[in-house]
């Protein structure tokens, strides 16, 4: 019998990684892109 820590293991390897990050808008333009992304600033200046 498998131990969870294998089970877990054999998982991660067969979906390489558990945890996926994806970005809710399919096509960025470039307007798009400046009304989310502010580096380094909190608000939308």
Do not use: F
Request: glycine fraction near 4%; charge should be positive.
């Amino acid at each position: 019998m498998k131990t969870n820590a294998k089970k877990a293991l054999e998982l991660h390897k067969k979906l390489k990684g558990k945890i996926v990050v994806k970005s809710k808008i399919r096509k960025l333009r470039r307007s798009e892109i400046q009304l989310i992304y502010t580096p380094g600033v909190a608000a939308v200046c």
